[in-house]
Nanobody, 118 residues
Framework: VQLVESGGGLVQPGGSLRPSCAAL????????MSWVRQAPGKGLEWVSD????????NYVDFVKGRFTISRDNAKSTLYLQINSLKPEDTALYYC????????????WGQGTQVTVSS
């Protein structure tokens, strides 16, 4: 029972990546899911979330227009399309399942590293 992220990597500024998060043996559909990141030497920073039915989405202001969260409940997988990457986007990106829908995360993945550098 776990969340497993993949799809990070090293990319030049202006590039794109699409991290994904697979829920293995863990109920997924119906739960709000979030992406949270941690930059080197900094604390956790919430980035985006999506309702369990794939409807409502939310983003932190500084990623609006560049990040797009999506999910495929049939595949129990969450995605984060990241465009126009900036060096300050460099971080370990985690997915997390929101147990109550109010930011109470009960499962976290191991994280996938996104590094933006020329």
């Amino acid at each position: 029972v776990q969340l497993v992220e993949s799809g990070g990597g090293l990319v030049q500024p202006g590039g794109s990546l699409r991290p994904s998060c697979a829920a293995l043996g863990l109920p997924f559909g119906g739960y709000k899911m979030s992406w949270v990141r941690q930059a080197p030497g900094k604390g956790l920073e919430w980035v985006s979330d999506m309702a369990g039915d794939g409807g409502r989405t939310n983003y932190v202001d500084f990623v609006k227009g560049r990040f797009t969260i999506s999910r495929d409940n049939a595949k129990s997988t969450l995605y984060l399309q990241i465009n126009s990457l900036k060096p300050e986007d460099t971080a370990l990106y985690y997915c997390a399942r929101d147990l109550t829908g109010w930011g109470e995360y009960d499962y976290w993945g191991q994280g996938t590293q996104v590094t933006v550098s020329s």
